[in-house]
């Protein structure tokens, strides 16, 4: 009988390939018992006396020559394919969302996508996927290098017919592989693993990934299982977290993520359990989990466990209240704040966070017994988990549970003033003027302080977001029933959201005169100034200018300006004489009938196709306002006469109010008949358009002031005069019925832009007594009398906000102000300081002066010359 192991030692320590053809295996009992037999491929066998081992440098590691022989069929079965992962689920239990699921372009685009985006982790699985590809090529040179991957060795070490691979690892870890004696090569183990295998390059990874035992779930999947770190005291693990990931799929000049923070994790005996990573790509941060593991500190090679920012804190400080934000990087830029200021900072506070959105791994009985302050992160998700939290406090009997109705912000953003973003709902309004940055602080003691006392009860939060349209509602009727999703959803009244009619003319402003969501129906007979009122009104909502004079314009925002009538010269002209040429393209969209070249589809209100394509710029570009110019040329032919076609039209009129709160401005054509020129005329087409709307203009020309002896004795000779005199007939307007049946007659010079109020009259043709304020530097004043010229006119015209005059009033005693000055006043953050003075700038009132520490604002020179004469 043969020694089979005697044998099979002596052919491989005698450097001979061992093949189908050797002498061990030409008898087919030998072969049958060689292939029974139990080999360890990992075994090293002492080299023979014709081998001497070869000595390499420092700096240069390769593969020890071996006495096997590698081929690529070895490795072949073991490749696999990636499983693609979808982007984790919303956990269950939320409160519901009404309306959209997202926050407007407009809002998102305000706060910057630094602040909405990866808010549990790195959420862009493309580029979490690349950062799996250099955690595993860091590790692959790492195993390579200490000679502990046989996987690795063997696939370094493959020689067979037409395949040679050849190659090295420096001391810095870069790889450097050859096939065929240099015909192919690269520097990436994954391109590695796909040109041997013939795989694409995610299975390659897939398959780089079994040979070092590395999960890509581990990079966002966390688990509640302790590991063996929080078991043993006293070891200090091997820090193996790369400061540098190469991201070799992302375009070139971003492909680098730098470690800028490390937070340790530890247990209850001080040992290092873990960290959160907070890396930074592009000028953007996001964090990751790293974990304990072997002794070695490290990210991606085992399921990191789910632990709370500074927990053992929260041990030694069982009553101090946490501030719980939802974002981790906006926890770390809190404590960040904390640590660096000393003085003053804040005691029996922890600022805590977690990642991931699983709350049910996160050990929830470090919340009992505390008062919990909850601090929202900016999507409507987040804000719908809110109910997750307040269940998870309630659950292990925390003493409160409160919610902050805004967010803190990380990361600068563009802009966190509702008055200067357009096109936002009531919702986002409030959440952005109670956003917070935190650079703009700089006591945390203070800050703790505000978000504590703005907090508010969970159920308070949820009445909070039924109100505004956040969460949907679940009414209780009296019989204490309650209404599923399928029965009628009876109003509730907001609290403070009713808005209150104008007593007198001087108190209404141009949102009531275009309401939100509302209708706005303007008709006269050709060459009454409909053009003209649409500019004026256009330039109103835009800048915020008065309208006409008369009416102020607290809320501004952009508008698509739909024209299907005016020649492109003409439209250039009417821009240029209003002032609005600058506005192209910023806040005001225009659309022009002569422009239209697609054939595609009609420049028509009654093409479906106009009409998305007319929904999605509104959306886009985030407009408040939709004006129609005009209804006769923009419907096809005898459209505005038929029923179903306008009733069709009205159909999407709604959905532009009820889901994005647009106001549509309506321009058409007085009936002619003997009513067409007066207060009484009827707008052409349907009554529908009549009935619909909220607010029904109605303008009178001077021909028909001239013929009927319409308005007062001004009026009448100033339609004498050159230049535009009409009357604006307010026959409807819902939300301030003080101006109903009331005319104001006003006349624009020929070239002017300014129009010149003439007087008012009422239902009986009587003048109605009053005076518009003067608005400095226009000629806006009533014809009987010139403006007074004085500063309080002056400021009324301006017509600024109350923290604006307070402000104002202050520099005005002070002669100077800085920033930070202007907080302390208000009581508020440098930011909106800032907007304010802003603002007043902006109006001429103040101009800064100086840069740095020593900037500040003081009285514009020029309004002070004005006003002093």
């Known amino acids: 009988m043969f020694d089979y192991k005697k044998l099979l030692h002596k052919a491989v320590s005698s450097g001979k390939p061992v093949s189908e053809s050797s002498p061990l295996f030409v008898d087919a009992d030998v072969a049958d018992a060689v292939s029974s037999m139990t080999i360890d491929t990992v075994a090293q066998y002492a080299p023979s006396a014709r081998y001497k081992k070869q000595k390499l440098p420092p700096s240069d590691y390769r593969t020890p020559p071996s006495h096997k022989v590698h081929t690529s069929a070895t490795l072949q079965r073991l490749a696999t394919t990636w499983s693609y992962v979808q982007k984790p689920s919303v956990p269950k239990g939320c409160l519901k969302l009404a309306g959209k699921i997202d926050f407007s372009p407009a809002f998102l685009a305000a706060l910057g996508t630094a602040n909405a985006t990866d808010i549990h982790g790195l959420e862009n699985m493309l580029t979490l996927e690349n950062v799996f590809e250099s955690l595993i090529e860091q590790e692959a040179s790492h195993q390579f290098r200490a000679g502990r991957n046989s996987h690795l060795q063997t696939l370094m070490g493959i020689k067979e017919h037409g395949l040679l691979v050849s190659g090295s690892v420096g001391n810095d870890g870069a790889l450097h592989w050859h096939l065929n004696h240099g015909k192919i090569k690269g520097s990436s183990w994954t391109a590695l693993v796909g040109s041997v295998l013939n795989l694409s390059r995610m299975d390659s990874l897939a398959t780089l990934a079994s040979f070092l035992n590395m999960n890509f779930d581990n990079l966002y999947q966390l688990s509640s299982t302790k590991h063996a770190a929080e078991l043993h005291t006293g070891l200090c693990p091997v820090d193996e977290v790369p400061t540098h990931l190469h991201l070799r799929s992302l375009p070139a000049g971003g492909a680098c993520a730098d470690l800028v923070e490390k937070v340790y994790s530890y247990g209850h005996a001080g040992q290092i359990i873990g960290a959160i990573l907070r890396y930074r790509l592009n000028g953007k941060d996001f964090c990751l989990p790293a974990t304990v593991g072997r002794n070695v500190l490290c990210v991606g090679k085992f399921k990191a466990t789910a632990h709370w920012l ?284 002569f422009d239209h070249a697609v054939p595609d589809y009609a420049f028509s209100l009654t093409d479906h196709v106009f009409r998305d394509k007319l929904e999605n710029t509104l959306l886009e570009r985030g407009c408040r306002y939709l004006l129609l110019d005009n209804l006769t040329s923009l419907m096809d032919e005898g459209r505005v006469y038929q029923s179903s076609v306008v009733s069709g039209f009205f159909q999407w009129v709604e959905k532009l109010q009820q889901q994005h709160g647009i106001c549509t401005i309506l321009v058409h054509h007085t009936q002619d008949d003997a009513n067409a020129g007066t207060g009484s005329a009827k707008a052409r087409g349907s009554q529908e358009f009549s009935i619909r709307a909220h607010t029904e203009v109605v303008l009178i020309r001077a021909t028909e002031i001239l013929e009927k002896r319409l308005g007062t004795e001004a009026v009448l000779q100033a339609a004498a005069c050159d230049g535009l005199t009409l009357g604006v007939c307010f026959k409807v307007c819902k939300a301030a019925c003080v101006l109903q049946k009331k005319t104001f007659w006003l006349h624009l010079p020929l070239g002017a832009s300014q129009c010149r109020f003439l007087g008012v009259t009422g239902a009986d043709g009587h003048e109605v007594a009053y005076s518009p304020a003067a608005v400095k530097g226009t000629d806006l004043t009533p014809a009987t009398s010139a403006g007074p010229d004085r500063e309080e006119d002056g400021l009324a015209g301006l017509n600024l906000s109350q923290d604006e005059q307070k402000v104002y009033a202050y520099i005005t005693e002070r002669k100077t102000a800085q920033t930070g000055a202007i907080g302390t006043l208000l009581q508020c953050q440098e930011t909106k300081a800032r907007s304010i003075l802003k603002r007043l700038e902006a109006v001429g009132l103040i101009e800064a002066f100086g840069k740095g520490p020593t900037a500040g604002y003081k009285l514009s020179t020029c309004y002070a010359e004005r006003t002093a004469h």
């Not at 009122?533 to 607290?554: H, N, V, Y």
Request: proline letters at 4%; glycine letters at 8%; charged letters at 20%.
């Open 310 to 593: 500074d927990q053992h804190l929260m041990d030694t400080q069982p009553y101090a209240t946490l501030v719980l934000c939802q974002d981790m990087r906006t926890a770390l830029a809190f404590r960040r704040m904390m640590q660096k200021k000393s003085e003053g900072e804040p005691t029996g506070i922890i600022v805590t966070a977690h990642l991931g959105s699983d709350l049910s791994v996160l050990p929830s009985n470090y919340l009992h017994g505390r008062h919990v302050v909850f601090v929202p992160a900016p999507t409507k998700y987040d804000l719908a988990m809110v109910k997750l939290y307040e269940n998870m406090a309630a659950q292990v009997n925390a003493l409160s549970f409160k919610v902050y109705k805004g967010f803190l912000l990380h990361s600068a953003p563009h802009c966190t003033s509702s008055e200067e973003v357009a096109g936002i709902s009531e919702l986002e309004s409030q959440l952005l003027d109670a956003s917070i940055v935190l650079e703009d602080w700089e006591r945390p003691s203070l800050l703790v302080k505000y978000i504590t006392e703005r907090s508010v009860p969970y159920a308070e939060f949820k009445a909070w977001g039924h109100r505004l349209g956040l969460f949907k509602t679940t009414e209780q009727d009296s019989s204490g029933m309650t209404t599923s999703a399928n029965n009628l959803v009876l109003f509730q009244p907001q609290s403070g959201s009713a808005a209150q009619q104008s007593a007198h003319i001087t108190d209404v402003d141009t949102s009531q005169v275009f309401s939100p969501g509302g209708i706005v129906l303007l008709h006269g007979l050709k060459d009454a100034g409909k053009s003209m009122f649409c500019f004026a009104a256009a330039k109103a909502l835009i800048t915020g200018e008065k309208l006409f004079g008369l009416f102020r314009s607290d809320k501004t925002g952009k508008i698509v300006y739909v024209d299907s009538e005016t020649p492109q010269a003409l439209l250039a002209e009417r821009l240029n004489q209003f002032g609005l040429a600058g506005e192209v393209g910023q806040r005001l969209f225009l659309l022009s009938k």
